[in-house]
C-alpha cells in the first residue's frame, strides 16, 4: 500500500489529537499520565509515519515533455 503525501497529512493531524488527548483517556482510568510521556509517545507516532511514508511513497509524477 503506497502512502500519498495527503495520507501522510491525514495520518499526522490525526496523531496529534489522539497524543492530546491520551492523558485524558488515562485519567478516566485513574492513572496520571506525566507529559513527557505524551511528547514521547506522538514522537515516536510521528516517526513512525515518517518511516513508513518514506519506505512506500508514491513515485512523483512524471513530466510530460
Known sequence: MKMSRAGLLVAVAFGIPVAIELRVLFSFF????????????????????????????????????
Open 30 to 65: 485513574g492513572v496520571e499520565l506525566p507529559l513527557v510521556s505524551v511528547v514521547v509517545f506522538e514522537a515516536l507516532f510521528l516517526l513512525l509515519v515518517a518511516v513508513l511514508y518514506s519506505l512506500n511513497a508514491e513515485p512523483k509524477s512524471a513530466s510530460k515533455h
